[in-house]
Each structure stands twice: as C-alpha cells, then as structure tokens.
C-alpha cells in the first residue's frame, strides 16, 4: 500500500489583495482580484487500508514518542485518532500550546501550514511534521509577507494586530498576533490606549472587531475561503424554516452572516456554545469539521449547516475547507514512517515571531486574572505592566 494517496488535484478561487504601489495602501475589498488556488484531494481509502494505517499510526506515535495534534476542521477519523493516542483537538493555538506542553519530541500537526509554523515557533526544539506541506490557508495566500511589510511601513504609525491565520514571516512583522477567541479583548485594550489598529489579513474578522470596539482599523483585505461563502439572505431563509434553532456564527464570515447570529465566536466559543444552550437546535455557519465534535459534546441535539449558496446552486466552498481535506490517515502515516513534511523556521524569524505570539499569551493570562466583570480593561491598571510595551 503506498504511503500516500494524494493525488488529485482540485483548484479555487480565492480573494488576492492588490495594493496602489505608491502608497502600498489596501483599504477595500474592491482592491481585491480573484487568484486560482489549489489543494489536493486524498483518494478514499478502504475499510482494510483505513485498519491497517491506524494500526500503524498508533504503533509508531508509542514507538516515537510522538502525538498526533488536530485541527477541530479535518477529517472526523484524525480528531477521533487524535484524542485515542493522548494528543489533542483543538483550534490553532491550542494545538500549539498542547504541543509545547507536551513531552513528545517529535509532533504530527494535523491542519494547515501555518499551524504547523506556529507550533515550531512555541516549540522550536521538537520536531514538528505534517501529513502535507502544501495544505495552506487562503488568508495566508492571501497576505504576502513582501505586500503585508510594505502596507505596515505605509502606516508607520500604527499598531500591527495580525490573525493567527498567517505566516511566519507575517507573525514576525506583528505587534500582536491574536485568535478569534482574544482578538476582540486586545483590539478593545489598545483600543483604550488610544492605539491606531493596522490589521491583518481577515477583512470579515477585522470589520467585525471594528463595529465591535469603534477603534481606528486600516484593515488588509483577506477572506477565508470557507466562510466568505457563507451567504446571509439563503441563511435568513434557512432560519424561517427552523424557527426555534440557535445561530452560531464564526466572525470570520460576512457581515449580513453574523448580523443573523444568537451567538458570534471563535471554534473553541461555538463548541462550548452547544451544551451551554438550551437550544436543541443548531444552525452553524464555520466549517463542517466542527460538528464532529458538537455531536459528541451534545448528541442530543441537532445541528444543520449554514447555507453556502442558494438553492440548486453550486457552491465552491460547501463549508469544508479543501487544504484541511488533505490530511488523511496516509499522511499522517507517511510522516511517521519517512519523516516527511518537516516544518522548518529559520531560528531568528522563529524568535521574532514568537515575539506578538508571548504578547497575546501574557495578554491572556492577565486579561483572565484580573479583569473585572465589567469588562473594562482600562480600569485593569495592572494589565499592561505584566505584558510590556509592543
């Protein structure tokens, strides 16, 4: 059986900020072209190749002292894995810090590449491998660190705030680096310190944030490729035939989306959303690979997808994240039998970017401290001292 079954080849069209040259300056989403991308599709396996794969995975993350850490987004069979052979599901930075934490030498990161990156970047020692280093993220495509430095140096005079969803080199340029989980805490602290936002590169997320915190954000113009499918007339539609059913909204999709939504949150916010809420109905509009794990957190109840396009359309999406698909069971064997899809960081770049990583996690770690019920983090005079300036 070969080690790996990646063979076909599917592509798609992504958002592609275009900057003015003179002033590097992206500011609408007009500013942006459509760009081909492609993924690979793995070939289905059989029942016998599937036993055989596991078999050999779990034998050899025992034997190399290695664990396997999943993206709540890929294929339900790698969380299920993930979790039997003591590793870990989660979103992006979780897996990461899991990583870190972990006595494993070697980590088999199940995603996308620049989650691959940032667990190098939290834990340069180990080795990290992925099942397919080609498995990227439209947001990264989507943000060239050469395009994203020049836009930064454009507007010196701000504060640069970057999705996680990004490079290496990306991360290196930040401030701040955040998740969806913090973002809207951070944008609100430097907001009150009278901080001018430069943000990058999710232009839904970035809005979202801006409407939230009425802070000054020059925003780069990226989208996910999954959510910004997400389409709010056929989800109004969708909610008049369940009536009674609770929206989840990841705020990565577009704002007629979000402004339908019960709840507004980041992957870990919407699992957790599932067993808090009374609701036994669920309309979920972030990538399908989550609702793996909110039938297991609540199998009582029912969840449908967010419509991607409208009826007897065809959707180039279908809320399934195409480069989260290219990791398989072979993949993941692969790395442990070769050692393939090693992700490798230049050790400056590494510490650089680690930099805007250790500033959210401080953030974090006091925000959850000290932070009053209020929520007003200016009246928090301890927090910045623990964090230091940017």
Known sequence: ?????????????????????????????SACEVRQAWARIPDPLSQQQTETLR????????????????????????????????????DSLEMARFGRDHPASTLIVAGVRFMGETAKILSP?????????????????GCPPDAFAAFCDANPDRTVVVYANTSAQVKARADWVVTSSIALEIVTYLHQRGEKILWGPDRHLGHYIQQQTSADMLLWQGSCLVHNEFKGD????LKKAHPDA????????????VALADIVGSTSKLIAAVTESTAGTFIVATDQGILHE???????????AAPTAGESATCKSCAFC??????GLAGVNACLEHGSGEIVLDPALGRQAHKPIQRMLDFA??????????????????????????
């Open 365 to 390: 770690a006091a925000y959850k401290k000290n932070i009053r019920a209020s929520g007003d983090l200016s009246q928090d005079v301890h927090l910045f001292s623990q964090i230091g300036p940017a």
């Open 125 to 141: 020692e180990k080795r990290v491998l992925m099942p397919d280093l080609d498995a990227n993220c439209s947001l990264d495509l």
């Open 294 to 304: 909110m039938q297991k957190q609540a199998p009582g109840k029912t969840f449908i």
């Open 234 to 237: 056929e989800l109004l539609e």
């Open 1 to 29: 059986m070969a080690s790996t079954q990646l063979a076909v080849h599917k592509r798609f069209d992504i958002d592609f900020p275009v900057s003015d040259p003179s002033t590097a300056q992206v500011t609408s989403a």
């Open 322 to 327: 195409p480069w989260m698909a290219m990791n």
């Open 246 to 257: 609770s929206v989840l909204v990841h705020p990565e999709s577009p704002a007629s989306v």
């Open 55 to 90: 078999e050999r995975i779990v034998h050899r993350l025992k034997s190399q002292q290695a664990a396997l850490v999943a993206h709540y987004y890929v294929d339900a069979q790698l969380q299920d894995l993930a979790l039997e052979t003591g590793g870990c599901v989660g």
